[in-house]
């Protein structure tokens, strides 16, 4: 039986949805938050259906784990499909499925890309003279409108896709949105590095061979760099630590 659910509900989900790892746990994970966040469309699909709130709430209580921003896509269709009327066992299996998917999905496009990216940018910034206050502004300003975008498009697919929300997923390409991104943040780590390179007390100012060595090596890591992507990590690592501690070589 389909049941309707206002926008008074949709909107409560979508916020204490924030909060979904609030209470993490190594039992159930986002699971308490999972259902927190559904209390009250739950409330509002069962009426005066104590019995039947009671058996909704206590089974969104199981172990969920997902990617927090995109915890929010699963919270829509789970919507869905509780309004549309499915049994328990049906949603059961479809969490289940969808959880994996949305972890390494979100793992992939925030942590690995959109987080290194703005954090890269920020400290280049930093590194050339910028306010430390409005670098931290507008830090908090770009990374907080590309979550929250996330967020709100997640939420909203949710809740449009339900059990369908897989085609959504693939015709959105969050894989190349992910690709673009990491793009971006190697582009920013070049910067940060080359920021340091020719700042003061950068490898510059060692002499004329530290400046050939450090051209050579971006022409080679511009060149080679992506198939061999471990080499040239170890040596941006290396290289930012001897310019942290070249005061104490030299």
Do not use: C
């Amino acid at each position: 039986m389909s049941r309707t659910l206002g926008w008074r509900a949709l909107v409560a989900v979508f916020l204490r949805a924030f909060l979904i790892q609030g209470s993490w746990n190594y039992r159930t994970m986002q699971g308490s938050g999972f259902a927190f966040s559904l209390v009250p469309a739950l409330r509002e699909l069962h009426g005066d259906d104590v019995k039947g709130y009671e058996e909704a709430l206590r089974r969104h209580l199981e172990h969920f784990n997902a990617h927090p921003y995109l915890a929010h896509l699963a919270l829509g269709a789970v919507l869905r499909l509780e309004a549309e009327g499915e049994g328990a066992e049906g949603i059961r299996r479809f969490k289940g499925a969808i959880r994996g998917p949305l972890g390494g999905i979100g793992d992939a496009l925030v942590w690995a890309s959109w987080l290194p990216a703005v954090s890269l940018t920020a400290l280049s910034l930093i590194w050339l003279g910028f306010s430390g206050w409005w670098v931290i502004l507008g830090f908090l300003a770009l990374y907080n409108s590309g979550h929250l975008s996330l967020r709100l498009w997640s939420f909203r697919a949710g809740w449009a896709g339900g059990r369908a929300v897989g085609r959504l997923l693939g015709a959105a390409a969050l894989g190349g949105w992910t690709e673009r991104v990491r793009s971006v943040a190697g582009l920013a780590l070049g910067l940060f590095i080359g920021v340091i390179l020719a700042g003061e007390g950068g490898l510059g100012s060692a002499g004329a061979s530290w400046t050939a060595l450090a051209a050579a090596a971006f022409v080679v890591g511009a060149v080679v760099g992506q198939r061999l992507w471990r080499p040239a990590t170890a040596a941006v690592v290396a290289a930012v630590a001897l310019l942290a501690t070249w005061g104490w070589i030299a």
